[in-house]
């Protein structure tokens, strides 16, 4: 094992908490029985990794291993850095019957034709999600494992999700992907977060929402303590009413854990006591950030709580509705699809 | 072309022009030169004599035969007049009577009593069941007996399809429109492979919605049973192994053990037709090149297009053909 290689997998060792290191490294599999019971996993991590190097000396393990090892570890533990989603657009007519092998190998093949060094592992997880690995190397020199870019795309739908990804590599990775999974064309989808889960059921629409229906089943509601009697009794049917609208616009049960919303404004200064300001012809240009640690939640409960006005207003709804988290608010009419109406105020 | 002069009996203004028409005919022979003189003279004295006709038939009385007639005509109409204004006296109390039955519906009230409880309005009532019936039929046969209600006061609707395999309810999906200004779909949980806004443009949901609904129902029925069928491969079959599915439920790649030589295959399913829940491919890959081509495996091909392949694997289970 060279130097690169052992150093990738000091950083990988420093980067698994030890609690996961046995299930990881079972999962792994390139460790005999007795070469697993050896290691001792109350030691030290750093005498973990000592203990693990020498083992993969042992078995002559190589960089394509490790690498293995790392897309194990990510994969069952995806909710870490930035991932961006991407929408792939305009289906070709066979973008419907791509199946997995035909992907991979398109993909493989497109990527090296654009860049000569390049790794790329992909794997399919048992959800059906491709996952792809992209370590980027040049014309001069080999593939950095250090900083490696990973893929999330499931097929037959149009999102792919990416973390680790420079504005260099950008258009490559789009070209590769809209070849391979035959589209014509790939762009932001506007949504990021730190957890992988939620973004993808966000866009997947995979959590309860809430439709108006003849019958409506009761929802869950905050055991809020009984302060008085007599104001229950009152705010029951607009309390009841102000839930069922927060429900249906941003979900019912658990909520993906999205962590922002950015609003960036490109309208108009409005407030008539500051007349410098309204004169200005350019638009005021403002940037309004919201965080949370669970940010759908928390406009929930604003919007059931009465601190934001039901029927809840576009600008919110619209974070679970189009799947995005990045808004251009201009005075105008709707412009690209990122934009947005400002709603009459 | 000679044609008859018109009847003089018919006493009508229109019989100057046909005679000067006539008379213009006649003259054609005669020397053009002369001819308009000569025409003119012949119409003339005819105006004339009409003239003279008319102002004496002013003086003159009716016949009576004829004054019979208009009676009669005046009586017929009148007891049409009568006939009309009873049916529309009927019609209003029909409509009267059907609002107040709508109202019941949706308020459910207690029936209101009739002022006359007579043979009419128990007659007028049933007319009125009877539309309100009518109605309601047709609507159903406009949404095509989904469950759809009103929402936002009438500005909106929210349609909701269920889907079932095997007797079995599963999913819900639901569909959000904005009524006004054309009807649009706002919000919706249709998975993202489905391809809801490409059916949307192929159909005139504008003015039949069933263009829209009947093939989404098709697609989301088609995709819960291949779905439920897949899951059922999972729980039942775990003697075989899912080698690749995908989240369209288009795809699926089983491995069967063979028993005996313990050989392995490859089935290969491919649900192109995203309507239908059977297989429009299956293709078998093993290393044994002649065993896709023996009878029995060919038996199995045929038998896994045509049944659902949780209930295809028990049959090819039964007859020794898998593990």
């Keep these: 094992m060279d130097e690169s290689t052992k150093r990738l997998l000091q950083r990988l060792m420093r980067r698994i908490p030890t609690q996961m290191l046995r299930t990881t490294l079972d999962k792994w599999g390139r460790l005999t029985g007795e070469q697993l019971q050896s290691m001792d996993f109350t030691q030290s991590k750093w005498a973990l990794t000592e203990k693990l190097l020498a083992i993969c000396e042992e078995n002559e393990l190589a960089v394509k291993h490790i690498t293995e090892l790392e897309m194990i570890y990510i994969i069952d533990n995806p909710n870490q850095g930035m991932w961006y989603a991407f929408q792939l657009m305009d289906p070709e007519d066979d973008a419907h019957s791509v199946e997995l092998t035909q992907f991979k190998e398109q993909f493989k093949s497109h990527l090296r034709e654009l860049i000569r060094h390049v790794s790329v592992k992909i794997k399919k997880h048992t959800d059906e999600a491709v996952w792809i690995r992209i370590a980027w190397g040049d014309t001069f020199s080999r593939p950095n494992h250090m900083k490696p870019t990973y893929v999330v795309h499931s097929l037959q739908t149009p999102y792919v999700f990416v973390t680790s990804l420079t504005s260099k590599q950008k258009p490559l990775l789009s070209q590769a992907l809209v070849l391979s999974a035959r589209y014509q064309a790939i762009k932001d989808a506007n949504l990021s977060g730190r957890k992988l889960t939620a973004i993808r059921d966000l866009l997947m629409r995979q959590y309860h929402q809430v439709f108006p229906t003849r019958y409506p089943t009761p929802l869950a509601e905050n055991n809020q303590t009984v302060s008085n009697q007599h104001i229950e009794r009152e705010q029951a049917v607009p309390a009841a009413n102000r839930l069922q609208a927060a429900y249906e616009a941003f979900g019912g049960g658990m909520l993906p854990q999205l962590q922002s919303a950015v609003y960036k404004l490109e309208t108009k200064f409005r407030d008539h006591s500051n007349k410098t300001m309204t004169e200005r012809e350019e638009p005021f240009r403002c940037v309004v950030k919201f965080a949370s640690t669970n940010l759908l939640e928390s406009l929930r409960h604003c919007a059931s709580s009465g601190i934001a006005s039901t029927p809840v207003t576009p600008l919110l709804s619209s974070i679970p509705l189009k799947g995005k988290n990045y808004f251009v608010i201009t005075d105008n009419g709707p412009g690209p699809s990122s934009q947005m109406r400002q709603p009459q105020n | ?323």
């Design chain 2, 1 to 323: 072309m000679v044609t008859q002069p018109p009847p003089k009996s018919k006493k009508k203004p229109q019989l100057v022009l046909n005679i000067f028409i006539w008379e213009a005919t006649q003259n054609k022979e005669k020397d053009l030169r002369s001819m308009d003189g000569a025409s003119t003279k012949g119409v003339l004295s005819h105006l004339s004599l009409l003239e003279v006709q008319a102002r004496s038939r002013k003086t003159q009385p009716q016949q009576p035969s004829r004054v019979k007639e208009l009676k009669a005509k005046a009586e017929a109409l009148m007891t049409q007049r009568d006939q009309l204004k009873a049916e529309i006296e009927t019609h209003k109390s029909l409509q009267k009577l059907r609002a107040s039955m709508d109202k019941q519906r949706t308020h459910e009230e207690e029936e209101e009593e009739m002022a006359e409880d007579s043979d009419n309005s128990q007659l007028l009532r049933l007319m009125a069941r009877h539309t309100q019936l009518k109605d309601l039929l047709h609507a159903h046969d406009i949404i095509g007996g989904y469950n759809i209600i009103k929402t936002r006061k009438g500005k909106g609707l929210c349609i909701s399809l269920t889907t079932a395999y095997n007797g079995v309810y599963l999913e819900n999906y639901n569909l959000e429109m904005d009524l006004k200004p054309t009807l649009r779909i706002s919000r919706d949980n249709i998975p993202p492979f489905i391809p809801l806004k490409s059916l949307a443009e192929q159909s005139n949901m504008q003015t039949d919605i069933r263009t829209l609904l009947d093939p989404l129902s098709q697609h989301l029925n088609a995709f819960a049973a291949r779905k439920q069928q897949f899951k059922l491969v999972k729980e039942l079959h775990k003697s075989v192994q899912v080698m690749e599915s995908n989240a369209l439920c288009s795809l699926l790649v089983l491995m069967f053990t063979v028993p005996r030589e313990k050989t392995a295959v490859l089935c290969s399913l491919e649900y192109t037709d995203h309507t239908r829940c059977l297989p429009t491919r299956v293709h078998f890959e093993c290393e044994d090149k002649g065993l896709p081509d023996s009878p029995q495996w060919k038996k199995n091909g045929s038998l896994l297009m045509e049944t659902p392949v949780h209930k295809a694997l028990i049959t090819m289970k039964k007859m020794g053909d898998i593990v």
